[in-house]
C-alpha cells in the first residue's frame, strides 16, 4: 500500500479484556516497529521486527503484551487483561531496511474503561 | 546508542529560517543523525538524516559539526504548517530501534 496501514483507528474496551491491534506494513519494507504514546508524552518503543531475525523485545512494558509479525508483513500487537494504564496511541512503522527512515502510520487510540 | 539533547521548545516567525540545535557530545563513530517531527496528533514523519556531511532535502537542511558533537536542523522558510515537536535521534548504522526523547516543540508564528 501507499502507506502504513493501522486498524482499529479507535478502540474503547473494558479493564481486563484482550484486545489486538493490527498493522499492514508498506509493501517490501522488512523492518516493523511498534510505539505507544501516552497523552502529553514522548514516543516509547515497544518491539522491532527485522526479516527474520528474532525480534528486538526489550520494549514490551509486561508479559501481557506481545506482538507476532506473519510472513514478514502484517503484525499484530496484542495487550491481555487490559488496564487503565494502557490507554495511549499506539503506533507502528516501518522501514525499507535498517538504515532507512521511519514511515509510520495514524495510529490506534486504545481507551481502557 | 547516545543520548541527544534539545531545547524544550522554540519560537520561530513565518518565513524566517527555523534552526533547531542538538546536542549529542557521545556520538560514536558508527551512528547516525536523525531527525523526525511530530504534528499534533499525528504519527512523527521522518525529515532527514546524515552521518558526517551536511544533507539536504527538499524538507530541509542538515548541518552537522566537524566534530559531530551537535548538529543543527535548518527549516529554510518556515510556515505555520511546521509548528509540530522536533525529534533528533542518533542511531547506529546497523539499524535497530531509534529512542525518541522530550524533542523541541517549534512554534511558528504569523
Known amino acids: 500500500g501507499a502507506g502504513v496501514s493501522q486498524s482499529p483507528s479507535n478502540k474503547v474496551t473494558e479493564k481486563g479484556k484482550d484486545v489486538e491491534l493490527r498493522c499492514d506494513p508498506i509493501?517490501?519494507?522488512?523492518?516493523l516497529y511498534w510505539y505507544r504514546q501516552s497523552l502529553g508524552q514522548g514516543l516509547e518503543f515497544l518491539i522491532y521486527?527485522?526479516?527474520?531475525?528474532?525480534?528486538?523485545k526489550s520494549g514490551l512494558p509486561s508479559d501481557r503484551f506481545s506482538a507476532e509479525r506473519t510472513g514478514g508483513s502484517v503484525s499484530t500487537l496484542t495487550i491481555q487483561r487490559t488496564q487503565q494504564e494502557d490507554s495511549a496511541v499506539y503506533l507502528c512503522?516501518?522501514?525499507?531496511?535498517?538504515?532507512?527512515?521511519?514511515?509510520f502510520g495514524s495510529g490506534t487510540r486504545l481507551t481502557v474503561v | 546508542d547516545a543520548k541527544t539533547t534539545q531545547p524544550t521548545s522554540m519560537d520561530c516567525a513565518e518565513g524566517r529560517a527555523a534552526n533547531l540545535p542538538c546536542n549529542h557530545s557521545?556520538?560514536?563513530?558508527?551512528?547516525?543523525v536523525y531527525w523526525y517531527r511530530q504534528i499534533h496528533s499525528q504519527g512523527p514523519q521522518y525529515i532527514i538524516h546524515?552521518?558526517?556531511n551536511n544533507e539536504t532535502n527538499e524538507m530541509a537542511s542538515l548541518i552537522i559539526t566537524e566534530d559531530r558533537k551537535s548538529s543543527t536542523l535548518i527549516l529554510p522558510h518556515a510556515t505555520l504548517r511546521d509548528t509540530a515537536v522536533y525529534y533528533c535521534?542518533?542511531?547506529?548504522?546497523?539499524?535497530?530501534?531509534?529512542?525518541f526523547g522530550q524533542g523541541t516543540e517549534l512554534s511558528v508564528k504569523p
Open positions: 512503522a516501518s522501514s525499507k531496511d535498517r538504515d532507512y527512515g521511519y514511515t
Open positions: 509493501s517490501g519494507h522488512t523492518a
Open positions: 521486527f527485522q526479516g527474520n531475525s528474532a525480534p528486538d
Open positions: 557521545t556520538i560514536s563513530g558508527n551512528e547516525y
Open positions: 546524515g552521518l558526517k
Open positions: 535521534i542518533v542511531r547506529v548504522a546497523e539499524g535497530g530501534k531509534l529512542i
